[in-house]
């Protein structure tokens, strides 16, 4: 092409593309050095993006095929001549760069003689920043958050396998974090002060908590959650006041307890995931190894008639507490391990008999199965699409289903990098493409789903992996059978 620039190392003195260290977060990388060549073998491609501030000249350019992601992003921030350079990811086809433009194109088949490549740039996922941490006192099983928009307070709750829920002021402890990084004198042993963020420590079962979570009230102020585990109950209950006021600080312990508004009696043996209805948050579903999956409403216990003729009449009447299913499922033919309610009809359900049903809850009939070769232990059910991640019991590979799809494979993909069972995955709250897993092999991963290579790894936990949540669309949350509580930042730039 006559009009076509020479993005050669002559005419681009400001960045080295000719010494870029391969990708680090490529598997079985090929620690191979090429001797140079007196002519580099060279690709016209063309950059666009959807960024309007970061929009370059989208003429092609003739530029090293030797170059992966890091020199591509270069050349990119040498044409936007920025204060700050700003890191760049690159999709050719929807499929994010992890290996030289070479090796891309010989892979896929490809000539690069007469061939215009397009290079899409995003901004990168920046690297995954510790936020400190806090102990709870047995194995992390559940982690939940709540956010008040009104008065921006953030609040999480821990279930472990004490049978203690504990509930955690986020905007204490991250003043304390940032207070602590602005100390330059503080020592690591006061790490954990009289105070670290502990608002309160609830007894709520005598065995270990499987799963809990917030229930949102209006007020934001005294919340509701539900909890449930090993004693096959699950408790529905009031929270004390989650804003401490000069009102109530008199009154204020953290060993205050919470009020029991109703128990669900019904399953046989463990329940391994409850899940709210998002259409009206009034209903509820729970699955167990009991092989069934139940649905529960929330109403306020009522009033039953005492036969204790020894009591006087007016004591007669009691509150009754346990509360019946109105529905229960049961075509699975093993334990039921997750469960997810997506929509005000429809929930998605995970079972050590290697299937993922679909259910329309109305008609109780199970709409779709979807077969795997593993038991499944974990679902994410993405919002507003039909894609499920699946993590399984003997096997550290992550699936990626889309349970309507009309054509091809109902697995649309896997991911491979952890090295023991996945015990948690989740979509992130805003971008379609990120999501984190946990792993009995200590390690949370977060993964973009158009890259089969994971983006990072957090290697902070000293022990299994057994919840992952986020905390709106920056912060991550962790926990596992070290006890930690560990926070992490992590910034979506798309």
């Known amino acids: 092409m006559s009009d076509e620039s020479d993005f050669s190392d002559e005419n681009f003195d400001d960045v080295d593309i000719n010494n870029e260290s391969e990708e680090d977060d ?15 073998e060279k690709v016209q491609a063309k950059f666009f993006t959807k960024y309007e501030k970061y929009k370059i000249s989208e003429k092609p350019f003739m530029i090293p095929s030797s170059l992966s992601r890091f020199g591509l992003s270069e050349i990119i921030n040498h044409f936007l001549n920025l204060e700050t350079p700003v890191p760049f990811d690159i999709l050719i086809d929807g499929v994010l760069l992890r290996t030289t433009l070479k090796k891309y194109l010989s892979r896929k088949g490809i000539s690069s003689d007469d061939t215009i490549i397009d290079l899409e740039y995003i901004l990168a996922l920046d690297t995954p920043t510790p936020e400190g941490e806090r102990i709870h006192d047995d194995w992390i099983s559940s982690i939940s958050t709540l956010s008040y928009n009104k008065s921006g307070r953030k609040w999480c709750l821990t279930g472990g396998y004490d049978g203690v829920v504990k509930i955690w002021d986020l905007n204490k402890i991250q003043q304390q974090f940032i207070n602590k990084q602005n100390n330059e004198n503080e020592n690591d042993e006061d790490d954990y002060d009289e105070d670290d963020g502990t608002l309160y420590e609830l007894q709520c079962h005598n065995k270990p908590i499987k799963s809990a979570f917030f229930i949102p009230t209006e007020d934001g102020k005294r919340g509701k959650m539900l909890t449930a585990g090993l004693d096959h109950t699950i408790k529905w209950w009031k929270l004390p006041p989650l804003v401490i006021t000069k009102k109530n600080k008199k009154n204020y312990s953290k060993e205050n ?22 259409s009206n948050g009034k209903q509820f579903c729970s699955c167990s190894f009991d092989k069934t999956i139940k649905f529960w409403e929330l109403n306020l216990p009522s009033m039953i008639q005492s036969n204790d003729e020894d009591e006087p009449p007016k004591k007669r009447r009691k509150l009754n507490l346990d509360q019946v299913s109105v529905l229960s499922l049961d075509d699975h033919k093993d334990s039921v391990t997750s469960i997810k309610w997506t929509d005000k009809r429809t929930c998605i359900s995970g079972s050590y008999d290697k299937s993922i049903r679909v259910w329309d809850i109305p008609s109780s009939i199970s709409t779709s ?10 679902l994410s059910v993405q919002e507003n699409t ?3 991640l699946s993590g399984h019991a003997g096997d550290s590979v992550i699936r990626l289903w889309d349970y309507r799809s009309k054509e091809g494979e109902l697995i649309k993909k896997q991911y491979k990098s952890h090295t023991g069972n996945v015990s948690s995955v989740n979509w992130h709250p805003t971008n379609e493409h990120i999501f984190v897993s946990g792993s009995f092999d200590n390690k949370v991963k977060i993964w973009d ?7 990072f790894t957090i290697d ?35």
């Open 369 to 378: 199965i979807l077969i795997g070769r593993k038991p499944i232990s974990c």
């Open 449 to 455: 789903t158009r890259s089969s290579f994971c983006l």
């Open 460 to 494: 902070k936990h000293d022990d299994k992996v057994l919840s992952t949540c986020w905390n709106g669309d920056d912060q991550l949350l962790t926990g596992g059978a070290d006890t930690i509580l560990q926070f992490h930042k992590i910034a979506i730039n798309e």
């Open 26 to 40: 490529v598997e079985n990388n090929e620690e191979e050095e090429e001797e140079e060549e007196e002519e580099i």
């Open 386 to 388: 039909n894609l499920i």
């Open 257 to 278: 307890s919470a009020k029991l508004l109703s128990r669900y009696i019904g399953h046989t043996d463990q329940i391994e995931e409850i899940s709210l209805n998002p």
